[in-house]
């Protein structure tokens, strides 16, 4: 293949690795942190600093714990350590002789509740102080401080019980006990029992019954054969609607909207998932910390259920800097204002700024430049319905061209359902650029149409699931009279295998065409199609896979197809290995030409946080261009898809 105009010194794919400490900077730079910047973290692992706070214990007194457990297996032996506090915090002192009895005793009653979790209900916990039973000790206790006190837990698990005779009474009498894990030999621990029990109660509640509520749980051992007899019995109460909603907490937003965005309208069905996903499109807002839905404990006189929403408002301003860095763009600062709450009903501005490949670029002509103001308007004409509206101007320098364009959009999204979106809006553009085929400018207007149904169990970290995305964008460039669309789709889907989904499977495959046009150049290069790079085939650099001219210079295309398929195993609760396969192709024709696949291939680590898991990715291409990248590395929030 001819010389390429990529630069050599950007052959690393490395385009995306200051990614996660950019956020991590925003974050810990975010005014609201800054006085309690006692340790600095980065998704919950400690960089320096203490990871604890320090807390003054008054007569402090150390000591030490042995927990013996013979004949526990493996998980109710980790079950018991984790319910003892003193064997978690061995390094805590007591406040206080007394500090330390009362501990003691305080864990024993935990010890014996892990045990019933275990459905261990013939054990015994034995709890001894300086070998000294703790109900002998008086309240009064003196301990040899010469060293740390010794505290000793004596566990004797027994069997495990299993579940024997089971009835369900009342209202829930006759239900399949199969579907609440009630089955004649079947787990009786008491988080099971209870789990059963909520069950029933959320059946009756989902059949439109509000006041359901369970009226007998009784659990009886029968020590002779290890065995627990159940009794259940629940109370549905009557079918009631949606009544009244009230607002409650509310200071700036406005009570109204509240009520109108939250879609509990009165007159219509109750059930617990509709209350659950008017919290969950309340909080998606942002303006509220903490947001509750209650019911009343009885029905109004024309007997619908009324309900409260208790909101707490939190901070609408933000103010927010970061800063990232990479080997092949050098150093990037980002920062950006906002406000939540505009308008008094939840309406968003956010005005943003960036510059990037700073030490990198040899001027700053060459460095790349962003600055945006984006807001929005949710419920505008009803409650499935946003408004969007920005403007935003940017430079910026891939290996493949080099451009700078001015952006306004307005459009509005519209949700059928909880799963189905449809977005259309209005885009004109001005760009200027120097590529392949020299420097050209464009004045494009665009109709961009989205259809999006997304089944995904996360957004952030899916294991079930799946993501299918349609979108058509019809466009009119002035300057040179061109009329062009471009359509593009993707599915992504995921499968989770074993217990608590050890393994997930998920794929990929997405493609796009442009059509309309007979010479790439009247398009704008950024509207053109590329490949390669975290976000499409791992181990190229960023958009490396094109079509070239015979001088080696990227054009872009007008179609292509990519897919990606990755095994995510959990080694740990927060550790993760991915291995993956990448593979793309991009055509300067209508119809793609599969004759030059790329593919690259790696592996990446995951580390979960409260955010979404923290990816890094390393990959190599498979069949490499000439001076073209070795490998990449890749870095960011989420799963790569």
Known sequence: ???????????????????????????????????????FKIFGITIFG????????????????????????????QSLENSSLLSSEPDKPASGDLGLLIRARDDRERLIAALYENARYGGTVKVTIEGRDIDSIPPNPAFNRSGPVPVVFEVVPGPAFTLGNVRLEGDVAGRDLDQYGLVTGGDAGSLAIIKAGNKLIDDLKAEGRPLAELTKREA?????????????????????????????????????????????????PYSPEKLRKASERLRKLGVFSSITIKEA?????????PLTIEVSEGKHRYLGVGAQYSTTE????????????????????????AVSRLGEASNVQDMDYSAGIIFTKPGIFNPETTFTASLKAKTEHP????????????????????????????????TDTDDAFGNNQYLTTSIPLEFVRDMRDDKLNPTDGFRAAVSVKPSYEALNGTFFTSFEGSTTGYKGLGADDQVVLAGKIAGGVLVGVSELEDVPATRRFYAGGGGSVRGYSYQEISPYTDGGEATGGRSYVVASLEARFKVTETIGLVPFVDAGVVSSKITPDFSDIRAG???????????????????MPLEKYDGGSSFGIYAGIGQAF
């Not at 105009?5 to 690795?17: G, H, L, N, Q, Y």
């Not at 950019?22 to 005014?31: E, K």
């Not at 404990?297 to 619908?304: D, R, V």
């Open 297 to 305: 404990s009885a029905l109004a006189p024309n007997g619908t259920i």
């Open 330 to 353: 050098g150093i990037g600062l980002h920062g950006y204002w906002g406000h939540r709450n505009l308008f008094g009903q939840a309406e968003s501005l956010r005005i943003e700024g």
């Open 220 to 268: 009886v051992a029968n020590h002779a054969n290890s065995t627990v007899d159940l009794t259940l019995a629940a109370k549905g109460g009557p079918v009631a609607p949606l009544g009244n909603v009230t607002v409650k907490g509310q200071r700036t937003v406005d009570q109204a909207f509240i009520e109108r965005y939250s879609r509990l309208n009165g007159g219509e």
């Open 399 to 430: 290996d493949t061209y080099d451009a700078r364009s001015v952006t306004g959009y307005g459009g509005f999204s519209y949700e059928f359902n909880d799963y189905d979106t449809a977005s259309a809006g209005l885009e004109v553009e001005f």
């Open 1 to 39: 293949m001819p010389a390429r105009r990529t630069d050599p010194k950007k052959s690393i794919a490395f385009w995306k690795a200051g990614t996660a400490l950019a956020v991590a900077a925003s974050i810990s730079l975010y005014p609201g942190f800054a006085s309690q910047a006692f340790a």
């Open 50 to 77: 203490s990871d604890k706070d320090e807390e003054q214990v008054l007569d402090p007194v150390k000591f030490t714990v042995t927990l013996n457990a013979p004949g526990a297996d493996s998980k109710l032996q």
């Open 601 to 619: 291939a790696g592996i990446g680590l995951r580390y979960a946080t409260p955010f979404g898991p923290l990816r890094l990715d390393v990959a």
